[in-house]
Nanobody, 125 residues
């Protein structure tokens, strides 16, 4: 039974920082791809899937979305995934999800990930 548990969300002022954490358990796949995604307000109603924030491949390859480059840092310790978010903006407000893919490759689309956490809310104002 694969589980992902996120923590670290909250409310912060503009230009503030937050650090999200995610712990993955219950799988035997070696070095899976893991990532952070987010759903910003209103996008879910438009039918848009969650947007990638950053991914961390099983062999260390890291990829950031354009808006995250230079402000967010993804790190990983085995099955623990972290997202350090600095210089936060109101547009970063949303629900942030941790996800894992138990297959080869490290894609950027949410639909290609297999398991998800429950999400943690980030509010920037």
């Amino acid at each position: 039974h694969v589980q992902l548990v996120e923590s670290g969300g909250g409310s912060v002022e503009v230009e503030g920082s937050l650090r999200l954490s995610c712990v993955v358990s219950g799988h035997t796949y070696v070095k899976p791809c893991m990532g952070w995604f987010r759903q910003v307000p209103g996008k879910e109603r438009e039918g848009k899937e969650r947007e990638r924030v950053a991914t961390y491949g099983g062999y260390g390859r890291i990829s950031y979305a354009g808006f995250a480059e230079g402000r967010f840092t993804i790190t990983r310790e085995k099955d623990k995934l972290y997202l350090q978010m600095d210089s936060l903006k109101p547009g970063d407000t949303g629900t942030y999800y941790c996800a894992v893919r138990l297959n080869s490759g490290c894609p950027i689309r949410a639909r290609d990930f297999d398991y998800w956490g429950q999400g943690t809310q980030v509010t920037v104002s």
